[in-house]
């Protein structure tokens, strides 16, 4: 997730644009850049850290030009460098591109491009739209934009300049955003309003696959092969503090809602088409992976609880036994570990401290670690032997959301790569799994816009009050109830307990009295028949059940006071589809009673102490 600024106008732009990189600011912040055109000559900056370092070389660029782009980068393909950061330039030095998302087929292009004499200077997916548009043009840089777009697979929006034409800025998107702002003799262009909010609230939401030609006096948006587009503009009435959270009441909601994305994201390219998973940067031969007798899963808080996602996935796909302990707890112990060991250590920010001595102790003793981790540069990234990024982009709600699902499908993905090459799983059936995998983002998306969460916070209103909640569940679904709780407690102060649905008569079920909350997690799955006694011994002792359910259960809304239906899916893959009504049921509560759900007491996003 980069930010993207535009602006062609009659002011001076280099500040402007710096500004809306300010304010995107929480979209990512490794490195940024800008380029303008000043007197049909681009002038071009780029900085490596936060805005900061931008800012203390922005003098070194005039602020004469009237037309030019900006970028503030989250690094995916290619560390935060220099050389990496946006605006990049084609070989002629025409052309300049900036570009947010992923070019999933950009190692075909990039070789095609360099078969025919590019010449590449970055490690990028976004500098071959520079390349293509300078092969495309004749002349017409909407025309080149539009060549380049139907080359290009994935889901991205870019924008491009040329000097060629000093006074145009032609942007597209597919699947990620982009909004145009209308001012009196400028235009922006941005990746979210809240980047032009302060010049203008007139906007305009372009399409997929619309070319926008943005100049100072005109915006024209056109289908791919020219034809006029008519697209209403509409006001924006959020203030600053709306605009951010692109219009969602707080970050984590926002985040919850990004969550389709972050799986689209993190799934792009790692899946061939022929529906085998690729992984690369693991630092494991596949002669490795196959010697391999254990796996170690270390990890703190809702990263473990990946984790323990990840251990039904390994152990059933890739037969390899998984043990998994909390990172404190792992740092401490004398485990046994030897050289066929694979330490998988999960961490979104990469700084976790506990997480990190885990890690080195466990290299220590002679395994191979490998970090999934969201953070390009983290310290887990150079103390790893290899690393799978997740690519959820920035996460700024304290509670994690969008990045526990973007590890359960890292860890999911792994889990089926050392299957094949374990070779021990047929091929047809990666390929179905595969399938389904690529469903979920949809799938995902589809039940996000589907009204649901009035329902959810329609329940939880009604509950927000209770004291204490039991979360059930059994096998995968056990480490879904684990994460609902945690996200309960942290955010909105009630104590929870989770437990294996089947222990629960061994202690826990002496705390249910009539009307005592317990939230079940009854997808479908091959333990759902279990999981049904257990709703039966907990409505035996006049508890209220709240259902998590597979759409098409009707039965389980008999027994249950209330069913959250989520789509059916694989049972491994469940966890993905089952979290997030826990995660709004969570947010729903808490803001009942008026909790401040992105900043909750006592919490840091980052532990960087033990
Ligand atoms: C809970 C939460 C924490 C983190 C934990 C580990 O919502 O965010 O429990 O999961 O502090 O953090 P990372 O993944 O950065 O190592």
Same mark, same amino acid.
């Given at each position: 997730m980069c930010g993207i600024v535009g602006y062609a106008g009659d002011r001076p732009c280099r500040d402007i644009l710096f500004r809306g990189l300010r304010k995107l600011e929480y979209r990512g912040y490794d490195s940024a850049g800008i380029s303008v055109i000043t007197e049909g000559q681009f002038d071009l900056l780029h900085s490596v850290g936060n805005l900061d370092r931008l800012e203390e070389i922005?003098?070194?660029?005039?602020?004469? !030009?009237h037309l030019g782009i900006a970028h503030t980068r989250w690094a #995916?393909?290619?560390?935060?460098?220099n050389e990496n950061a946006h605006p990049h330039l084609d070989c002629t030095g025409r052309f300049a591109i900036v570009l947010n998302g992923i070019v999933e087929n950009y190692l075909a292009l990039r070789e095609q491009l360099q078969g025919e004499g590019h010449e590449f200077t970055s490690e990028t997916d976004a500098e071959v739209v520079a390349h293509l548009i300078e092969r495309a043009f004749r002349g017409d840089l909407r025309e080149a934009a539009a060549e380049a777009f139907r080359q290009m697979e994935g889901h991205f929006t870019y924008v491009a300049i040329t000097t060629e034409d000093p006074e145009t800025m032609v942007a597209v998107r597919k699947e990620t955003p982009l909004v145009i702002g209308l001012g009196e003799k400028e235009n922006f262009l941005a !990746?979210? %309003?809240?980047?032009f909010l302060s010049e203008t609230r007139t906007v305009i939401f372009p399409d997929d696959a619309e070319l926008v030609t943005v100049t100072r006096d005109s915006v024209v948006i056109t289908d791919l092969d020219g034809n006029v587009i008519e697209r209403q503009a509409e006001e924006v009435d959020w203030d600053e503090d709306a605009a951010e959270k692109g219009g969602y009441e707080t970050f984590m909601l926002k985040e919850i809602n990004e969550q389709p994305t972050a799986l689209a994201d993190t799934l792009a390219e790692r899946v061939t088409h022929e529906g085998r998973v690729e992984l690369e940067g693991l630092g494991l031969e596949d002669g490795d992976i196959r010697r391999l007798r254990q796996v170690i899963i270390v990890a703190c808080g809702t990263s473990h609880h990946a984790g323990l996602v990840g251990k039904y996935a390994l152990e059933k796909w890739a037969r390899l036994p998984v043990e998994i302990d909390v990172a404190s707890e792992f740092r401490y112990r004398d485990p046994v570990i030897g050289p066929d060991t694979l330490t998988i250590a999960i961490t979104? !920010?990469?700084?976790t401290a506990d997480t990190l001595a885990a890690m080195r102790l466990a290299r220590q003793a002679g395994s191979k670690v490998l970090a999934i981790t969201n953070i390009v540069g983290s310290q887990a990234t150079r103390e790893a032997d290899g690393v799978l990024f #997740?690519?959820?982009?920035?996460?700024?709600? %304290?509670?994690?959301?969008k990045t526990f699902e973007a590890q359960v499908l890292a860890v999911i993905l792994l889990a089926l790569y050392l299957a094949e090459v374990r070779g021990h799983l047929a091929d047809e059936y990666v390929k179905q799994l595969t399938e389904e995998i690529r469903r979920v983002p949809t799938m995902l998306n589809g039940y996000l816009e589907d009204g649901r969460l009035a329902q959810i916070e329609a329940v939880a209103t009604r509950y927000a009050k209770e004291r204490f909640f039991l979360y059930l569940g059994r096998n995968i679904g056990l480490p879904v109830c684990m994460e609902g709780a945690l996200k309960l407690k942290e955010i909105s102060y009630i104590p929870s307990e989770s437990y294996a649905a089947g222990e629960m008569k061994h202690g826990p079920i002496a705390l249910l009295d009539e009307g005592s909350p317990v939230v079940v997690v009854a997808t479908d799955g091959h333990t759902y028949e279990k999981l049904i006694s257990n709703i039966q011994e907990v409505k035996a002792r006049g508890a209220h059940v709240i259902a998590v359910a597979s759409e098409g259960n009707k039965a389980i809304a008999d027994m249950a006071d209330e069913v959250f239906y989520v789509p059916k899916t694989d049972e491994v893959l469940s966890p993905l589809l089952a979290t997030v009504p826990l995660q709004l049921f969570a947010y729903y509560v808490a803001t009942a009673n008026g909790e401040s759900v992105d900043q909750p007491r006592n919490l840091a996003k980052t532990v960087t102490v033990e």
């Open positions: 922005l003098n070194q660029m005039p602020n004469q !030009s #995916t393909h290619g560390r935060p460098s !990746s979210a %309003v809240t980047a979104q !920010s990469g700084e #997740t690519r959820a982009g920035l996460e700024i709600g %304290v509670a994690a959301t």
